[in-house]
């Protein structure tokens, strides 16, 4: 039977970016589908001014991920993105966008996803503003979507509230206090998905789901 796995994250979450390479196996894994549900967290009433206690913060964190994972927060990502004080950490943008790519040209989401990630983390752009995310789109091949983006209309919008209300439904129907969640859906069940090996052992996750 196919299961349904709705991943619950932000795409300015380090810890989901450190999740990253194995929600990408989970992806290819024969008789999962995977949906993604991007939650809101940093964005709105979530959003924040980067100053230097929360850099400091961010970055001890990363290096933690970093050990942990192995994916890579460079000092391009410390010096430019964290020790900016003009930009909000707003994941609302890339929300958007990705919502965009949901509607446009669905089986790429994950692979939009990951490209913000690494410009973010990796290559030290910016991709808390709808200019620079439309410019990572297109550069992908996803003009439709960076079109969208460029000029938000009430159904980008509207789509965009209805998945992030989606996922923050689900996050308190199952009590999840952050991301990244992932819930299993295999029709006649749902349940959190026990998800601590993410980091260490992605194999772990697969077998929990064939066993269920």
């Given at each position: 039977?196919?299961?349904?796995?709705?991943?619950?994250?932000d795409?300015?979450?380090?810890?989901?970016?450190?999740?990253?390479?194995?929600?990408?196996?989970?992806?290819?894994?024969?008789?999962?589908?995977?949906?993604?549900l991007?939650?809101?967290l940093?964005?709105?009433?979530?959003?924040?001014?980067?100053?230097?206690?929360?850099?400091?913060?961010?970055?001890?964190?990363d290096?933690r991920?970093?050990?942990?994972?192995?994916?890579?927060?460079?000092?391009?990502?410390?010096?430019?993105?964290?020790g900016?004080?003009?930009?909000?950490?707003?994941?609302?943008?890339?929300?958007?966008?990705?919502?965009?790519?949901?509607?446009?040209?669905?089986?790429?989401?994950?692979?939009?996803?990951?490209?913000?990630?690494?410009?973010?983390y990796?290559?030290?752009?910016?991709?808390?503003?709808?200019?620079?995310?439309?410019?990572?789109?297109?550069?992908l091949?996803?003009?439709?979507?960076?079109?969208?983006?460029?000029?938000?209309?009430?159904?980008?919008?509207?789509?965009?509230?209805?998945?992030?209300?989606?996922?923050?439904?689900?996050?308190?129907?199952?009590?999840?206090?952050?991301v990244?969640?992932?819930?299993?859906?295999?029709?006649?069940?749902?349940?959190?998905?026990?998800?601590a090996?993410?980091y260490?052992n992605?194999?772990?996750?697969?077998?929990?789901?064939?066993?269920?």
């Open positions: 039977m196919t299961k349904t796995l709705h991943y619950l994250f795409p300015l979450c380090g810890w989901c970016y450190g999740a990253a390479p194995a929600v990408s196996g989970l992806s290819a894994f024969p008789g999962v589908s995977l949906e993604l991007p939650t809101g940093f964005s709105g009433e979530g959003a924040r001014p980067m100053d230097d206690a929360f850099a400091a913060y961010a970055w001890s964190n290096q991920i970093e050990r942990l994972t192995g994916q890579r927060f460079s000092e391009q990502y410390r010096n430019r993105v964290l900016d004080r003009q930009r909000l950490f707003d994941s609302g943008p890339a929300t958007v966008a990705l919502s965009a790519v949901s509607l446009t040209d669905p089986g790429r989401e994950l692979e939009a996803l990951k490209a913000i990630q690494h410009a973010r990796v290559d030290g752009n910016d991709v808390t503003s709808l200019a620079a995310l439309a410019d990572l789109l297109g550069a091949g996803l003009e439709e979507a960076a079109a969208k983006i460029a000029q938000p209309d009430a159904d980008l919008l509207g789509a965009n509230r209805a998945r992030t209300g989606r996922a923050q439904a689900l996050m308190r129907e199952f009590g999840a206090r952050g990244p969640t992932l819930i299993a859906d295999s029709g006649a069940k749902r349940w959190v998905v026990d998800h090996a993410i260490s992605p194999q772990a996750l697969i077998r929990q789901l064939e066993a269920a």
